[in-house]
């Protein structure tokens, strides 16, 4: 019976540091990971690279390709990072604001040019075979995108609230 109550006492305390500890850590902003463009352009191309079984040379060629572009997301980060830090400094707190019509067609426009410049790209380093894989596959992540953005507690594409 003395065991027991050792037994039983040293979980109470176990249990107890544990959930405290806990709690410390609940209050703690958590820092985001930084963005690391090794490590996305590896994932990006290990995934292609499942899904359309590249050869070695194929695998390297998209692999810089994704690495070019991983290093452009990392400069955009970096600004919009800045550009907040700085509202932060002056004492302003950032807010996510929805852009205008002109700057939502403009960014929309750049981001069609990068994809029809990847798509070329892409283009010139598969075969025939994978490259329509390939483009099957944007076109099914587009759509999930799409299903996400407009699933349930989420505001649908017309602006009428939430979708269902």
């Known amino acids: 019976m003395n ?13 107890t540091i544990t959930g405290a500890d806990a709690q410390e850590g609940a209050g703690r902003q958590h820092k985001p990971r930084e963005f690391n463009p090794e490590e996305f352009a590896a994932r990006q191309t290990y995934m292609l690279h499942q899904a359309l079984q590249l050869d070695s040379v194929q695998f390297q060629a998209v692999m810089l390709m994704n690495y070019a572009d991983a290093l452009t997301m990392q400069d955009s980060m970096k600004v919009r990072r ?13 807010k996510r604001q929805q852009p205008s019509e002109e700057e939502r ?12 410049i990847k798509n070329q790209q892409m283009q010139q380093i598969l075969n ?8 099957k596959l ?15 507690g989420r505001m649908r594409r017309d602006g009428r609230g939430p979708g269902i």
Request: glycine share 4%; no cysteine.
């Open 3 to 15: 065991a027991t109550r050792k037994i039983l006492f040293i979980a109470f305390l176990f249990l």
């Open 82 to 94: 800045e550009r907040f830090e700085k509202m932060r400094a002056n004492g302003e707190r950032p």
């Open 105 to 116: 067609k403009a960014r929309m426009e750049l981001e069609k040019q990068r994809r029809e």
């Open 128 to 135: 025939a075979e994978q490259y329509e894989k390939y483009i």
């Open 138 to 152: 944007q076109e099914e992540n587009r759509e999930r995108m799409r299903n996400r953005k407009e699933g349930p």
